[in-house]
């Protein structure tokens, strides 16, 4: 269990490009922080520097308090588990997971390895394939001998380098959960490389986002969705993600694409003195004027528009409205798409509405927008002009309570539900009875799978 | 689909036959002759004529006439090609590594000097190295084999490891050493493992080399000090100067033969095809 603090980390590679610019996070002993951003943003680059694997050009890394930039990796105690795998080849299972206590030389007895690996392969349901080959293994099993290495030694923290990004969906859902409870049980200091968003916003304490080698915002997935700090983060977060509509700003009237828009006056009052704004608008602020309660309507605007088409998923219905941005306002809209990595960002409103709406593609409709929510951005800097600084500070305050909460209880059912993973998490419980126990919890990991997956395939659509 | 499957099963059967036979007739060719009479060679058939196959061809190598012409010429060919194989596999492995590992400046530098040299002709360089071997004592001994078969195997061993190792996947270095290994200990136990195969296919392709060799062991020895068994076959003689030692020459062929074929039987199971699946997802 382990602190870990990155204070103003840079790396610089040969010719001169910083990879990682100026990074500074506190990881506080058990959180889960997740390092999300599109590819080369230099998110794995940060988790090699963490584990040893990449020098640290300038800056300091601390773990519980002690500087660590020129200690070797053997020497940090951490464990990794990498994207594809690296299992090695000519050992067994058995002999796989227990590599790192193998090298531990003297430390271990023959029967405490054994101990520790049979409990290892308990938690993660090895236990039937222990003598095989890791070719002869699917790519599930692959993952959880990988992760097997890594919990069988008490490693002060875990390192996860995109993990399942390997994996096909359905298994990607199962192994998340699967994860996300391990962690909580174990209570082990997480550190998780991901350009995949729902792993992002599912797993983590505190996600950090970074763009071109920076940091952008750190904070509780609530907050980041919440209250992003920039245009990046807005859009980066959330899917389908959130629209971006130029607009010039009169009083508290917005002048767009789609018509004029009518924000509360603490909002404008914000963002007075700039002519130019975007605003961001996630999808779901959106919603067919005819299914909004009237206590709810005088909260918002409404206007009138055209969809092109609309998708019905069951729960709800995605509507897509084209418009037509002002020629320097679409070079932004560029701009800010290849940030994200897409090529072009097309003029286009999604708009979620309620699977009952009966507004379909081509007719005029009439939308009703949730103004109270939507976000205005400085068009030059990017910069959220109506954050709310303190709200989201709240909110990561309160995932850092709900942490504790989260672990405190894991590790009690722990206790309670006889030894099941007690090796790994160092309480030192005795190996008895690690099979029944180990069972149901695996049950309820599965269950949970099942249902955060079509969280994943919802997210996706 | 079964059809085809079949038809395929024939046609590959047909190719291999064919393949098999232009391959090993001459093997069963100096076979058959290694058992014939010195009267008999002329008999223009394969096989020895009836009632005359004898042993003597054998005999007189091992145990008769030519027995310490031939017996001395195995012991030095045996040991210089061994050594010079197992010199040649160290250097070459850590060349390799560090060729496939590490980025310094020259690297380009040494891969073309270990081409450059082994296109070099053999013949060219064999009548300098006579007259420098002379001159600091080395000729006629197995070190002044074993350096000339070492610039022949280096190359191609540097280049087949080289290669090899490009394909191994890293990462499991890296693995290890955050599973707590030493940089020495990631190699030894996640590189070697899976180095090994091509560690091997490379010794018996060096050995090969310095065992084949005729030029180096004809020319930079003298005596039976150093002669290697193919130099050796050439100095074989018939029981008169009226007899051609064909038979004899035979036998010996068919029992250098043997270590080769050993070798590789051996090797064989090494070279488990595959190993490195399984490692990484692919």
């Not at chain 1, 001169?16 to 599109?38: H, K, Q, R």
């Not at chain 1, 690996?117 to 790519?139: C, I, M």
């Not at chain 2, 136990?189 to 065992?211: C, D, E, M, R």
């Not at chain 2, 130099?231 to 010996?252: D, K, N, R, V, Y």
Request: with cysteine; charged share 20%.
């Amino acid at each position: 269990m382990a602190s870990i603090t990155l204070n103003h980390l840079v790396k610089k590679y040969g010719d001169g490009f910083p990879a990682v610019n100026d990074i500074s996070i506190d990881i506080a002993d058990g959180e889960f922080i997740i390092l999300v951003g599109p590819s080369g943003c230099g998110k794995s680059t940060l988790l090699r520097m963490i584990v040893g694997l990449e020098d640290i050009t300038d800056g300091d890394l601390l773990i519980n308090g002690q500087r660590v930039n020129d200690k070797a990796p053997r020497d940090r105690n951490l464990a990794m588990v990498f994207q594809n795998y690296a299992l090695y080849p000519h050992l067994t299972v058995y002999e796989n997971i227990a590599f790192p206590l193998r090298l531990a030389k003297g430390k271990h007895s023959e029967d405490q390895v054994n101990k520790l690996v049979t409990e290892a392969a308990a938690t993660l349901e090895l236990t039937d394939h222990l003598q095989r080959k890791p070719a002869n293994l699917s790519g599930g099993q692959r993952q959880r001998v990988a992760m097997g290495r890594a919990i069988v030694r008490q490693a002060d923290a875990f390192l996860f380098d995109e993990p399942l990004s390997n994996l096909d969906a359905k298994l990607r859902g199962q192994m998340r959960s699967e994860i996300s409870q391990m962690q909580r049980r174990l209570g082990v200091t997480s550190v998780y490389v991901t350009h995949d968003q729902t792993e992002a916003m599912t797993l983590g304490d505190r996600v950090a986002v970074l763009k071109k080698g920076e940091l952008q915002q750190i904070a509780s997935p609530r907050e980041l969705y919440e209250h992003p700090v920039n245009l990046f983060v807005a859009g980066f977060i959330g899917s389908p993600s959130m629209n971006f509509l130029p607009a010039t700003l009169e009083g508290t009237t917005l002048r767009t694409a789609l018509g004029d828009i009518t924000i509360p006056e603490d909002k404008a009052r914000k963002a007075a003195g700039k002519r130019v704004v975007l605003v961001g608008v996630r999808p779901e602020f959106f919603e067919d004027a005819k299914l909004v309660e009237d206590s709810k309507l005088p909260h918002g605007s409404t206007f009138t528009a055209t969809l092109t088409h609309t998708e019905w998923l069951g729960n709800e219905q995605y509507g897509y409205i084209n418009f037509d941005p002002a020629p320097e306002m679409r070079e932004l809209l560029n701009s800010l798409a290849r940030d994200m990595d897409a090529d072009e960002l097309r003029p286009q409103v999604v708009v979620t509405l309620d699977a009952a709406s009966r507004i379909r593609g081509g007719r005029e409709a009439e939308i009703w927008l949730d103004t109270r929510k939507l976000h205005l951005f400085d068009a030059e800097s990017g910069e959220n002009l109506t954050r709310d600084a303190e709200a989201g500070a709240a909110l990561t305050l309160e995932a850092a309570e709900d942490r504790a909460e989260e672990i405190a209880t894991a590790q009690q059912a722990d206790r309670d539900g006889s030894a099941f993973g007690g090796g790994a998490s160092g309480n030192g419980a005795s190996g008895n009875g690690t099979s029944p126990a180990g069972h149901t919890t695996v049950d309820a990991g599965t269950r949970s799978g099942g249902s955060s997956a079509a969280g994943g395939k919802h997210a996706a659509g | 689909m079964t059809n085809t499957s079949t038809r395929n099963k024939v046609l590959w059967a047909i190719a291999t036959v064919l393949v098999l036979v232009y391959a090993l007739f001459p093997v069963a060719s100096i076979l058959a002759t290694s058992f014939k009479s010195p009267s008999d060679l002329t008999n223009g058939k394969f096989l020895p004529s009836s009632g005359t196959a004898t042993t003597s061809n054998y005999e007189q190598i091992l145990v008769g006439d030519a027995q310490g012409l031939f017996l001395s010429a195995l012991r030095n060919s045996i040991g210089i090609s061994l050594i010079a194989t197992f010199i040649a596999v160290v250097l070459a492995t850590l060349c390799a590594y560090a060729i496939a590992r590490l980025d310094f400046p020259g690297k380009k530098l040494i891969l073309t000097t270990a081409l450059a040299v082994s296109i070099f002709p053999v013949i060219s360089i064999v009548t300098p190295l006579f007259n420098l071997w002379r001159t600091i004592g080395l000729y006629d001994t197995w070190l002044g084999l074993i350096i000339p078969y070492l610039s022949l195997t280096l190359p191609i061993s540097i280049w087949t490891l080289a290669a090899f190792f490009r394909q191994i996947p890293w990462e499991l270095e890296q693995a290890a050493q955050v599973d707590g290994a030493t940089t020495w200990q990631a190699f030894r136990k996640a590189i070697v493992p899976l180095a090994l195969p091509g560690v091997f296919t490379t010794a018996i392709i060096a050995f090969f080399i310095a065992w084949n060799d005729f030029v180096y062991g004809i020319s930079l020895t003298s005596t039976e000090a150093a002669r290697p068994v193919p130099a050796a076959l050439a100095f074989f003689t018939g029981a008169s100067q009226f007899e051609s030692p064909t038979g004899a020459i035979s036998a010996a062929a068919i029992i250098v033969t043997i270590p080769v074929v050993l070798l590789v039987l051996l090797f064989q199971r090494q070279i488990v095809s595959g190993l490195t699946s399984g490692a990484v997802k692919g």
